[in-house]
T-cell receptor, first 117, second 109 residues
Framework: NAGVTQTPKFRVLKTGQSMTLLCAQD?????MYWYRQDPGMGLRLIHY???????AKGEVPDGYNVSRLKKQNFLLGLESAAPSQTSVYFC????????????????FGPGTRLTVL | GQNIDQPTEMTATEGAIVQINCTYQ??????LFWYQQHAGEAPTFLSY??LDGLEEKGRFSSFLSRSKGYSYLLLKELQMKDSASYLC??????????WGAGTKLIIKP
């Protein structure tokens, strides 16, 4: 099993450009999450999904959109990139929630390091 | 609001014991996770507590006091590979993880 994979690993954008980050998991998890991680701050939830075809806003959703057309994939889009979106983006997945550590533990992909100039 | 407080950085010696503290305030509580994150890598799951007390897992143990909003991670017999950041993350009433900024642990020989 590959677990959670993310593409690309690195990307440099110019202000105003758009891009899509792809997350894939092969663990049959229902829940998927997109976080950003900035120096000196905890992981912040951007958007999440509780199942195929569903998405919901997290703590910092502005400037991002997501789609979950297939259970195994969760896409994060930046329509018009801004320097404030320079960050490391992590995708994570969990089987469900409210079931204890066996189901609630989130597994993370390797991250995408994005720089917006 | 929701808040997590952990020391920013700690230093310890190889072979020693270190305790990393975490205090939290969340809207509701559904367990607390500890993750390890090596520099440039993804967080990986270490431990979970939902009831008060100590959970032991090899060299790592985690303690929870729900009434005090307090947890700690105890690392014994420190090895150089334990140099990493340790993230405290309680789960709130919506079953969302609220992440601390992490404690960077530096192990010296």
């Amino acid at each position: 099993n590959a677990g959670v994979t993310q593409t690309p690993k690195f990307r440099v954008l110019k202000t105003g450009q758009s891009m899509t980050l792809l997350c894939a998991q092969d663990m049959n998890h229902e829940y998927m999450y997109w976080y950003r991680q900035d120096p000196g701050m905890g992981l912040r939830l951007i958007h999440y999904s509780v199942g195929e075809g569903t998405t919901a806003k997290g703590e910092v959703p502005d400037g991002y959109n997501v789609s979950r057309l297939k259970k195994q994939n969760f896409l994060l889009g930046l329509e018009s990139a801004a320097p404030s979106q320079t960050s490391v983006y992590f995708c994570a997945s969990s089987y469900t929630v409210a079931g204890g550590p066996d189901t609630d533990t989130q597994y993370f992909g390797p991250g995408t390091r994005l720089t917006v100039l | 609001g929701q808040n997590i407080d952990q020391p920013t950085e700690m230093t310890a010696t190889e072979g020693a014991i270190v305790q990393i503290n975490c205090t939290y305030q969340t809207s509701g509580f559904n367990g607390l996770f500890w993750y390890q994150q090596h520099a440039g890598e993804a967080p990986t799951f270490l431990s979970y507590n939902v009831l008060d007390g100590l959970e032991e897992k090899g060299r790592f143990s985690s303690f929870l006091s729900r009434s005090k909003g307090y947890s700690y991670l105890l690392l014994k017999e420190l090895q150089m590979k334990d140099s990493a950041s340790y993230l405290c993350a309680p789960m709130d009433s919506n079953y969302q993880l609220i992440w601390g900024a992490g404690t960077k642990l530096i192990i010296k020989p």
